[in-house]
């Protein structure tokens, strides 16, 4: 049997597999969507849409609830489920990064939301 790094720092070698067989389908799943060309763009093309909101609305100084939520799943889209920086983010909707990691907290909590991300995916 083969050990998978020093079980004295890491774990058992069953846990060791187990995180790195859940990085591995991670790194994938990101690596599906980006091959499918999604950049921030489309993802604010998509999510602008979805929630039948102007994309140039979406990254004004506007604070209706729309369109805050309408970032907030942007948000957690591009950052949580593709792996963008909130830093790219943040740029792309002409926020500041601490205005994104608001949004995100605000946003993991929020049961709408979760039902907007899951709906916004599934149209990727």
Not at 75 to 87: E, N, T
Request: glycine share 6%.
């Amino acid at each position: 049997m083969r050990v998978m790094g020093d079980e004295r720092i890491l774990g058992s070698s069953d846990f060791v597999e187990t995180v790195l067989k859940n990085a591995n389908e991670e790194y994938e799943r990101r690596s599906r969507f980006r091959a499918r060309g999604l950049s921030l763009e489309k993802i604010i093309d998509i999510v602008s849409g979805y929630f039948e909101i102007e994309k140039d609305e979406m990254k004004s100084q506007s604070r209706r609830r729309v369109v805050a939520r309408s970032r907030a799943v942007i948000s957690i889209v591009a950052i949580d489920q593709l792996g963008f920086s909130g830093a790219d983010v943040a740029r792309a909707l002409n926020l500041t990064p601490s205005a994104i990691s608001k949004l995100i907290l605000r946003a993991r909590n929020d049961p709408v939301l979760k039902d907007g991300v899951n709906d916004v995916l599934n149209l990727f």
